[in-house]
């Protein structure tokens, strides 16, 4: 047993191999492997170590060595304490580095659902960058408030004030506000139903700034917004390419749950746009980066999402399998919007099982709390629609669908109509051909391939035509989803985005 002196000599030798190591760490950025291995000795070496100014400054100087550097989902945990403890030791005046520490817990905390701790963390981040009069430790802290604000909260107007107050904060030192920031006014404004706008936005910063020579990093992060813009403007073919670009960059920079992420949202553009063969081969790509980057929260994520897949080629069964599992993950995390998400995946379910009634339940809980015209409260609209239908109560399902076409005219929505051509088809069968027509052409303007199918097979029950049939058979199989003709109502094919 070694006595106190020999251990306190032991500590002393690890923080003078500490300090070094710390100064030697930046060699490592260019190589995430390595990092994070570097990264993981460190962690180990700091809990052994003395414990004096000299450590607390190394410490320091490690965080801000390594602060736009990704930290593997399975390591923040243990980063997280080491930014707990720096926290302790920074002088109160010293608010540069106040803001940086602040900002990385709260993007954690983001990462790890911690909402409202996360929303506190990055106002106090946000409040030291306005004192530190530093533009650029403004602009990032603004950023990390509005995403919590949007990803978390729902507070897409709120988000956009924020932005507005940081322009005008940056402005005022008389320094260039970040192009990148303006890609959080894009995704504002495409929540809040004005996909239009967000697309003008987020096109225009792409026709300047997304070169060949820009950095990779943010090249990755405009085609990624860019992506995600054009796909909810059902520009699916456009859309595609700019995610697939991005997913790439990202997994090249070794930014691996990042990459998931963006491989996510490729998978959710391909089931959108009908390719559901396709969507399933990219969800295996982001289940695989999910797992070997330990990100369990876009792990729970995708279970939803190839839920989605399964439910639009009519395999219900496998769809439940994935669809449960999403809500048991979402539950378990605390995740309260993606336990949201997950349980109107399961009322879509339902309904596709012919269980209207139960779909309700979750509906009209849902759809009270939307605060704008979004396609998702459209969608909602669109499915109470269809359960009333179900019912047998014409009268209110006819409101609801009223309401679809009051947010089709008060937003900027490509998809939403033709959602409700194809329910006022049911509504209003005498005026059906002339609906299904409307949401054909609409359909095939945006190659939605599963609304193909669906006025087709409708189109040729009611006219007796062959040829729509035909198409619509081999739209089926091509999406592998043929099972949808072993269903009861298989001329009404999913009405979900």
């Known amino acids: 047993m ?54 607390y400054q190394a410490q320091i100087r490690l965080i801000e060595t390594v602060t736009h550097a990704p930290i593997r989902y399975s390591m923040i945990h243990q980063w997280d304490a080491v930014l707990r403890e720096a926290l302790e ?15 990385l817990r709260a993007q954690i905390a983001y990462e790890r659902v911690h909402r409202h701790q996360a929303y506190e963390w990055a106002m106090h981040a946000l409040q030291y960058a306005n004192e530190s009069h530093n533009p650029d430790l403004i602009a990032e802290a603004s950023k990390t408030v509005c995403n919590i604000l949007i990803g978390h909260f729902g507070k897409y107007q709120q988000a956009i004030d924020v932005m507005e107050q940081t322009e005008r904060a940056i402005n005022a030192l008389q320094a260039p506000f970040p192009y990148t920031s303006y890609t959080i006014w894009a995704v504002a404004l495409r929540l809040q139903g004005k996909i239009k706008q967000g697309r003008m936005i987020i096109e225009t910063m792409a026709d300047t700034w997304l070169k060949p020579d820009a950095p990779l990093h943010e090249q990755a992060l405009l085609q990624h917004q860019l992506g995600l813009i054009r796909w909810a403007d059902g520009a699916y073919a456009s859309a595609a390419p700019e995610l697939t670009a991005s997913a790439q960059n990202y997994e090249s920079l070794h930014e691996l749950a990042t990459a998931c992420g963006v491989y996510g949202d490729l998978g959710l553009c391909y089931w959108s746009w009908g390719k559901l063969r396709e969507a399933e081969a990219v969800y295996a790509q982001a289940f695989r980066l999910a797992k070997e980057s330990g990100d369990v929260q876009r792990e729970m994520k995708l279970n939803g999402n190839l839920g989605l897949v399964y439910l639009s080629q009519g395999r219900l069964d496998l769809a439940s399998v994935y669809i449960d599992e999403h809500i048991k993950r979402a539950r378990e995390l605390g995740s309260e919007r993606e336990y949201k998400r997950a ?14 009634t139960k779909c309700l339940d979750y509906l009209h809980t849902s759809i009270s709390a939307y605060k704008y015209p979004s396609e998702g409260r459209g969608n909602d609209e669109v499915l109470i629609s269809l359960c009333h239908h179900m019912l047998g109560d014409t009268q209110k399902a006819r409101q609801h669908l009223d309401n679809v076409w009051q947010i089709c005219k008060d937003g900027e929505h490509s998809i939403l109509p033709i959602l409700a051509y194809r329910m006022a088809a049911e509504l209003y069968p005498d005026q059906a051909v002339t609906y299904l027509s409307d949401g054909l052409r609409l359909a095939r303007e945006h190659d939605r391939r599963l609304d193909i199918a669906g006025c087709l097979l409708k189109l040729a029950k009611i006219c007796d035509n062959v040829a729509y049939y035909n198409e619509a058979h081999a739209l089926l199989t091509q999406m592998n989803a043929l099972d949808w003709l072993k269903q009861d109502k298989a001329p009404l094919l999913p009405l979900i985005m």
């Not at 070694?2 to 070094?20: C, G, H, M, Y």
Request: glycine share 2%.
């Open 2 to 55: 070694p006595s106190a002196i020999e251990l306190d000599k032991r500590r002393q030798r690890s923080l003078a191999v500490f300090t070094n190591r710390v100064n030697q760490v930046g060699k490592y950025l260019e190589n995430p492997q390595e990092l994070k291995n570097e990264l993981a000795d460190l962690l180990m070496n700091m809990a052994v170590c003395w414990h004096d100014e000299t450590f």
């Open 89 to 103: 030791h920074i002088a109160p005046n010293d608010v540069s580095r106040l803001s940086l520490v602040y900002r």
């Open 343 to 356: 349980c109107g995946n399961w009322a879509q379910l339902r309904l596709y099982r012919n269980q209207p």
